[in-house]
T-cell receptor
């Protein structure tokens, strides 16, 4: 299985600012995913990031608000832009296991609080 | 829209008692099914998965789940729980033909094991 790290693990930010979350994987993977887990809620997929192409966003999420970079096969970033208190969530990245269809491994998450 | 329902938001249980966490999904089309566990302040860890074959699947930490296609269910069970099993458990489904990597999660069940 892949080992995934995220930075920062948590942050408290002021509204109107932006935060970039980093996701690092210990092996090369094709597909990386970004999820949001709002307080008391389940996980919702924000976007899928493939290396060398634009991220694919799910309904309700837009690139201007959540720009994503995928510069290589082991790294991705998610930026939460122009933050408001409603953006307070845990943000998790995950990767697809290349050997098992549809199985994903998750990072530890970034806990974001917007004041 | 496809959905996953976890019928119990919280399940308190005494140590060494059996437990069942319930999960139902909305569609009868072919699916892949997963249970993930999230320990406090940690990311998600895969407990077990059903991709095909035997409907009874065994996972880590003594957990097992049974896929019931007619009832569109995938309930998680453990015959004897430990204090260390205290965590939040998420059921997830991925549909054949859906966006690869798009896991649909239930809202989670918080398992609280008491001495």
């Amino acid at each position: 299985s892949a080992v995934i790290s995220q930075k920062p693990s948590r942050d408290i930010c002021q509204r109107g600012t932006s935060l970039t979350i980093q996701c690092q994987v210990d092996s090369q993977v094709t597909m990386m995913f970004w999820y949001r887990q709002q307080p008391g809620q389940s996980l919702t997929l924000i976007a899928t990031a493939n290396q060398g192409s634009e991220a694919t966003y799910e309904s309700g999420f837009v690139i201007d608000k959540f720009p994503i970079s995928r510069p290589n096969l082991t790294f991705s970033t998610l930026t939460v832009s122009n933050m408001s208190p409603e953006d307070s969530s845990i943000y998790l990245c995950s990767v697809e296991d290349p050997n098992t269809a549809y199985e994903q491994y998750f990072g530890p998450g970034t806990r974001l609080t917007v004041t | 829209a496809q959905s996953v329902t976890q019928l119990d938001s919280q399940v308190p249980v005494f140590e060494e008692a059996p437990v069942e966490l319930r999960c139902n999904y909305s569609s009868s089309v072919s699916v892949y099914l997963f249970w993930y566990v999230q320990y406090p302040n940690q990311g998600l860890q895969l407990l077990l998965k059903y991709l095909s074959g035997s409907t009874l699947v065994k996972g880590i930490n003594g957990f097992e789940a049974e896929f019931n296609k007619s009832q569109t269910s995938f309930h998680l069970r453990k015959p004897s729980v430990h204090i260390s099993d205290t965590a939040e458990y998420f059921c997830a489904v991925s549909y054949y033909g859906g966006s690869q990597g798009n896991l649909i999660f239930g809202k989670g069940t918080k398992l609280s094991v008491k001495p």
